[in-house]
């Protein structure tokens, strides 16, 4: 079995590494996991991403003729940002949650990934099949270079079962919608702001860009079962000169969330055209669109995949009710799972874990205790059922 304590105290040693992405990265936390692995009895693997980043891989091995289960957890957190009231890499206990940055999104995960390991390796009784797991590097980057490392390292096998212990509130998240990311640049003509009709404001003409857009988002005829609807968010505006200059430029960064059957070129040249569109009625501006990072269109995992029947199974057992699908569960959230299945095809990779997606990315992340508890029977319940 797995240990609670033992999932707790890996989990606040993780939280008081700084692995901030962009900031310290993860050097010190794939340390940190290496040692924990080798203290295990395993012999962790470096898999090099890019100069000073590595995942590490692990495996306890099992029946070669069963499908592996692969386990992902990713190093990295987002920055710290501002109005905590909990100490940020303190890994305080309080109400039955631990706090801390990295807490639910996704040190919670990675410590229950590696505690089963230890669990198994300790154990006595080799698995069913194959348990893997990659701490990855750069999940919460654009390009996600650690999910596309994997994959391209020839690493994966057609019929690994993936599972991403990202926080979904310990719902199953089966679906994951599409994103794209894009940087748009609008460019007018500077003037004096009392003689403002002889520029052309490129402030004005991006707002107006990405209010059409909102509105043609919104309208858009595609609803999902799982996903719901398309969203666009201007997410990054800057723009300007002085007060008193009419703004020859502007940027703006543009999240796009798509559902079937959008692709991310489809949504791209979307904004493409709703962009012509509005700086074609202000002769002398002009614009350009970059995509910013990786495509991510959405995926769905197989109802009948190992991993999700194991997970309804386990689940099942330990609650006596149904694995909650969809929902308030962070489907609009991509993770490294969801690239896997992106980049090979796979419709065998899911996301399930503790901790939920409204308290990633917030001061005062925390993970619920109750949820290591609830996962970590979770966790080996699959695996002895395999």
Not at 146 to 156: D, I, K, M, P, T
Not at 359 to 383: M, R
């Amino acid at each position: 079995m797995i240990s609670l304590d033992s999932v707790i105290a890996d989990t606040s040693a993780l939280i008081g590494i700084d692995s901030q992405n962009p900031g310290p990265l993860e050097g010190k936390c794939a340390e940190w996991v290496g040692n924990r692995l080798t203290d295990a009895g395993l012999s962790p693997a470096r898999m090099p991403v890019a100069e000073g980043r590595d995942n590490v891989v692990a495996r306890v091995p099992g029946d070669p003729a069963a499908p592996r289960l692969v386990l992902l957890g990713h190093m990295d957190t987002v920055p710290v940002g501002e109005g905590w009231t909990h100490p940020p890499f303190g890994a305080a206990i309080a109400d039955g949650r631990l706090y801390g940055r990295g807490a639910c999104d996704m040190k919670a995960g990675l410590a229950l990934a590696i505690n089963l390991l230890d669990a198994l390796t300790t154990g006595g009784r080799p698995p069913r099949g194959d348990v893997v797991l990659v701490a990855t590097v750069d999940e919460e980057a654009p390009d996600m270079a650690g999910a596309h490392r994997l994959v391209e390292s020839g690493f994966l096998r057609p019929d690994d079962q993936v599972l991403a212990l990202e926080p979904t509130g310990m719902r199953l998240r089966i679906a994951q919608m599409g994103l794209r990311w894009l940087t748009l640049r609008v460019h007018g003509r500077m003037a004096h702001a009392g003689r403002a009709h002889l520029g052309i404001d490129a402030n004005h003409l991006t707002a107006k860009v990405v209010d059409r857009l909102k509105t043609v988002f919104a309208a858009l005829p595609y609803e999902d079962p799982v996903l719901g609807r398309p969203r666009f968010t201007c997410g990054v505006f800057r723009g300007g000169v002085a007060t008193n200059v009419v703004p020859p430029s502007c940027e703006a960064r543009l999240d796009v969330r798509i559902v079937p059957p959008m692709t991310p070129k489809q949504a791209q040249a979307l904004v493409e055209r709703v962009a012509a569109g509005v700086v074609a009625e202000h002769p002398g501006a002009r614009y350009e669109i970059e995509p910013l990072g990786a495509e991510r269109p959405p995926v769905r995992a197989a109802d009948d995949a190992p991993i999700v029947r194991g997970i309804r199974t386990a689940y099942q057992t330990h609650t006596g009710q149904p694995v909650p699908v969809g929902g308030a569960d962070g489907h609009e959230a991509y993770t490294d799972a969801s690239m896997v299945a992106a980049l090979t095809g796979s419709t065998s990779c899911t996301v399930f874990g503790p901790g939920a997606t409204d308290q990633a990315h917030t001061a005062d992340e925390y993970v619920p205790l109750a949820d290591l508890d609830l996962g970590a029977h979770i966790l080996w319940t699959l695996v002895e059922n395999w």
